[in-house]
């Protein structure tokens, strides 16, 4: 793909990975062009023949939504509004969730409900097509208002303030106005509204997390197949019949998934001395499957809300209708954030016991899967890290969703923290990803003492791992890796 039209038609989380992966120019349709200068005249003339007061127009804010703003001070409003609410803290959203949350920005204004300028929009999309991407800081949205504080740093630029990374290096937003033959951009009436008001700091969150999880899952399969034939374990419970006869698609999903990944192994096929297998591995379908039915929940609420209208007042210039209400409040992501958390802890907490199980000196298997277990620890230390990891992850699972706090003098007096849900889910992932690589890790190192092969697939994995990660005879330093093998399952599998 070299080129992306925004059409205001529905856009797959799979179209939005293709997109992103891509690199593609995004541009804006002559529908979509058409449908926001509808919406921003009809606005103008709204502001300059009437009197009504429409809130975050020729309102104040918040609690200050009944106090008048004169004509004259409509445009200064707005970027009072910015200046004000850019007031981030914490560590800095990483930049492939920033270009995300530029793109996400431009979807939701380009529909033509939102009064945003054509400029502003373009200019959003100049910055992502160029990876200008804005300093913006994980603390400070409540996921309720819109996410204020991180939009507020996504927008700074436009008008010249804040701090971009360009080429790689940080530099005042100025600067990257001036390279590039820029001017700031003149917020009109409700623009500063617009920019803030939205949740695309949890839906970038979010969609990435999605993607990620489905990566993951995929990947745990393929790994734990690994696991199952260096344990020495069994086919039976992968079954079709035993697992169709539940009725959990993702459990038949995942019994289909291991099948298909051992066909053709001699390992799986050989007499095996023991009747059933630990849960680890005898109940993969069940958990596996489980958190792939928690994935496609959650995959199907993000995708409504990257194709969504999320800013407040909502405009409908065709019915003469200013609509204040609440599609700025992220309770939809804050929950399945929370749950697609929980679903993907439990494929890392899963993993982690696989690893211990094979660890244990059992199954024809070293202790600690080294040749000479006393003189070396071998592999003992790896599933401490794992089990450290899997009991922080337990800890981030702790739902963010159910709490909230009053704001704005109590006109915003329930909010959803689906930013602090999205913040979360991000460590979470990155964990699965750190976990995923010890048991590859350990998976292949106890593969390596067995002479039967497996399946063609789990073969083509362990010879690609090998190029990068070597067996390990004697006591080393294993950080390096472990480091190893999570840069492998997070980009080479």
């Not at 989380?13 to 293709?18: D, H």
């Not at 850019?86 to 959203?93: D, I, R, Y």
């Not at 704005?408 to 690589?437: F, P, W």
């Not at 005879?473 to 399952?489: A, E, M, N, R, T």
């Amino acid at each position: 793909m070299t080129a992306f039209e925004i059409n205001n038609d529905w856009i797959t989380l799979s179209e939005l990975e293709n997109i992103i992966s891509s690199n593609c120019t995004v541009t804006l349709s002559e529908k979509a062009k058409t449908e926001i200068n509808n919406c921003r005249a009809y606005l103008d003339e709204k502001v300059q023949h009437s009197d009504q007061l429409i809130y975050g127009i020729n309102t104040g804010f918040g609690s200050l939504c009944n106090t008048a703003i004169s004509r004259e001070d409509l445009e200064k409003l707005q970027s009072n509004l910015v200046l004000s609410h850019a007031c981030g803290a914490g560590e800095e959203v990483p930049q492939a969730i920033v270009k995300r949350m530029l793109l996400l920005k431009a979807f939701g204004l380009s529909h033509g409900n939102s009064g945003a300028q054509l400029e502003t929009i373009e200019r959003l999309l100049y910055m992502y097509n160029n990876s200008i991407l804005p300093v913006v800081y994980q603390q400070g949205s409540l996921g309720a208002s819109g996410d204020l504080a991180p939009l507020a740093h996504l927008s700074l630029p436009l008008l010249g303030e804040g701090e971009v990374y360009m080429n790689g290096e940080k530099v005042a937003s100025s600067v990257f106005l001036s390279k590039h033959n820029l001017a700031p951009i003149a917020l009109r009436s409700k623009e500063g509204l617009a920019l803030l008001n939205g949740t695309q700091f949890m839906s970038s969150y979010g969609s990435y997390a999605v993607a990620n999880s489905i990566k993951l899952w995929n990947q745990f399969n393929l790994i734990g197949a690994l696991s199952l034939e260096a344990y020495d374990g069994r086919l039976n419970p992968f079954q079709s019949n035993v697992n169709e006869i539940r009725n959990q698609l993702g459990q038949i999903e995942t019994a289909k998934t291991f099948y298909a990944n051992l066909a053709g192994s001699e390992m799986i096929t050989r007499h095996k001395d023991h009747v059933q297998d630990p849960y680890s591995f005898r109940c993969i379908p069940q958990v596996h499957g489980a958190s792939k039915d928690t994935i496609d929940h959650c995959a199907t609420i993000v995708e409504r809300e990257i194709n969504a209208v999320t800013d407040n007042p909502t405009v409908f210039y065709d019915e003469d209708d200013v609509v204040s209400a609440g599609n700025f409040h992220g309770q939809p992501l804050a929950l399945v954030m929370d749950f697609l958390a929980i679903a993907m802890a439990e494929m890392g907490s899963i993993s982690e016991r696989r690893v211990y199980k094979l660890i244990s000196g059992t199954r024809g298997l070293p202790a600690f899967l080294v040749a000479e277990p006393g003189l070396n620890s071998g592999f003992m230390i790896p599933q401490y890290t794992a089990a450290s990891i899997v009991s922080q992850n337990k800890q981030l699972c702790s739902p963010a969703s159910v709490d909230t706090i009053d704001s704005s003098n109590g006109q915003e007096d329930h909010v959803s923290m689906g930013a602090n849900a999205a913040t979360k889910l991000y460590r979470v992932i990155d964990n699965c990803y750190t976990i995923q690589g010890i048991e590859l890790l350990n998976a292949a190192q106890g593969m390596d003492f067995r002479t039967e092969k497996s399946s063609p697939s789990i073969e083509n994995l362990r010879s690609n791992y090998r190029k990068h990660v070597p067996f390990v005879k004697d006591d080393c330093y294993l950080h390096p890796l472990i480091q190893k093998s999570k840069w492998f399952v997070t980009t080479q599998i």
